[in-house]
């Protein structure tokens, strides 16, 4: 599928990428995004951002989003459950 998106002539040159490394950064940007909201799972978002599963959770740590869905408190939820 194929999505076309407008941007201002100079965004471009003001983000330092080129056409193909602007399309790769929106990719992977929208799929943190989305796994971050918890929308997507990381496999799914990996495979939004095209790149693979590993690749996508060292960028989750270069943008500051945990690679884990679930949160601390979840965690002894569930363990207290069990």
Known sequence: MQVTVDIPEGA???LRKDMAGFVEEL???AAVKW??????SQGRAAEIAGVPRRQFIDALGRY????????AE???EEATRA
């Open 12 to 14: 471009l040159p003001s």
């Open 27 to 29: 990719r992977l940007v």
């Open 35 to 40: 796994y971050e909201m918890r929308v997507i």
């Open 64 to 71: 500051g989003v945990s690679p884990f869905q679930s949160t």
């Open 74 to 76: 979840e965690i002894i």
